[in-house]
């Protein structure tokens, strides 16, 4: 019994890697920095709207710029409160 418990600490010891459940950082990194670029596009089409305004193509654009935008923060929002409740989870390799 002794020698199990010494071989499952000393495997312990020098495994590779570390795994904990982190929240998803990286996640909401590119999610925001999608969204910044999205809304600096959307700038760019209200730009070009205010000279011509009946562009019926910008429209289109604008409204997808716009529903993209709110798609991506509903989906970091319902991210956010699934890991809140523990229903998701990630797992981080540290190799520290």
């Known amino acids: 019994m002794r020698f199990l418990l010494i071989l499952i600490v000393t495997l312990l010891c020098v495994s590779p890697g570390a795994q904990s459940i982190v929240p998803n950082d990286g996640y909401y990194r590119i999610a925001d920095s999608r969204i910044d670029y999205l809304e600096n596009q959307l700038k760019d089409v209200d730009a070009q709207l205010a000279l011509t305004p009946e562009q019926s193509q910008l429209n289109t654009i604008r409204e997808s710029l716009v529903k ?29």
């Open 68 to 96: 993209e935008i709110e798609l991506i923060q509903a989906r970091v929002k319902l991210y956010k409160e699934l890991e809140g409740l523990g229903i998701i989870k990630y797992l981080s390799n540290d190799d520290g």
